[in-house]
């Protein structure tokens, strides 16, 4: 197989040391190694969340912790406001209506983050405390947009409505404080800022989530959370989990802990910030507003004349390099490139170089090195991260 470079946002590279921990034998889950080893996966996640609460692990990708954040802790009928900024978002407020709740939505443009005074002013009007819930993403995958979750956070104040964050794409990259900025049920998963393999959801639960999840009635089993807390309880989860898996993330958080969690906030930033001014350098507009930019995912609408798909066509086919397209309606109009998992810095400048490369071969007036040098200052520290 031809050596590919993957810069998608999900699946991400994984480390040699965490992809052999897939090869160790497998052990009972019912056991006392398993419990061991639970239990370490609850210490090196409790601080990405930031939550001294309880955080659970499931055996599906992103999207089964999100139904089960929907399942557990609504009910047919509850009025929920969503507050998509992309596919992500419109996906949480689909489970959300498959599972009965009515949705609302509040509107933002494609590549700005949640309004805080529109989210304020919406809350406000809801003098009745009709509004059950607050679906919110940290980090929209699609349009390379991160929200700022702390200024969210204040702008829900003190309204009663359960606040679920789809923090899939962004946790582990950039600071998420649950307890101090009163989130309540926050879903994760391993494929993505935790540089695992895809196969595990992380589901962490406040409090306050307990309270709704005790009282919700819509219909659960495989993803039953109080089942989960219950096993949990016993270090073990309610099914059989994937064990290797496991493995994977208590070596990947090994590694992450090892690196420092600020540090990893500042490498993730760093990295956004050198694609982002690669890409302006050779012509791209970057899809995200200034104030919006994710830290794990840079997404930008190539040069004028040049296709979106014939780039990435070229990139993987010539170059190696696979990066993302457009989701839904930005399909064929924009490129994504991530910055998560066992990324180095010459990883990325030989991406963008191969991006020039492949903008030459599909005809596009290029400078070559020019995207290179850009993202060079930035990885020196001669520009400010966040350009
Ligand atoms: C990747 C991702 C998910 C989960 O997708 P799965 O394919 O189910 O793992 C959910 N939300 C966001 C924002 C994501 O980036």
Redo the contacts with the bound molecule.
Sequence with gaps: MKKTLLLL??PVPVAQPVLEAMAWPMINHRGPEFAELLARLERGMRPIFGTEGDVLFLGS????G?EAAVANAFSPGDLLLSCPVGA?GK?LADIARTFGCTVEELDTPLGAGVDADALRERLKRDTAREIRGILL?Q???STGVQNDMETLARAIGDHPALRVV?A??GLGATRFEMDAWGYDIVVS?S??ALAVP?GIAMVAVSDRGWDAIEHAKAHRYYFDLRKAREFARKGQTAWTPPISVFYALAVSLERYHAEGIDANFARHARYASAIRSAFETLGFSIFSRSDAHSVTVVAAVPPHGVDASALLKTLRESYGVVLSGGQGELTGKIVRMGTMGDVSESDLLGAIGAIELALADLGAAVSLGMGVAAASQVLLGRVAAGV
């Design positions: 946002p999900g990708s992103g999207t089964g999100l992500f996906r993403t980090n929209e995958t789809d899939v794409s998963a494929q993505k895809p």
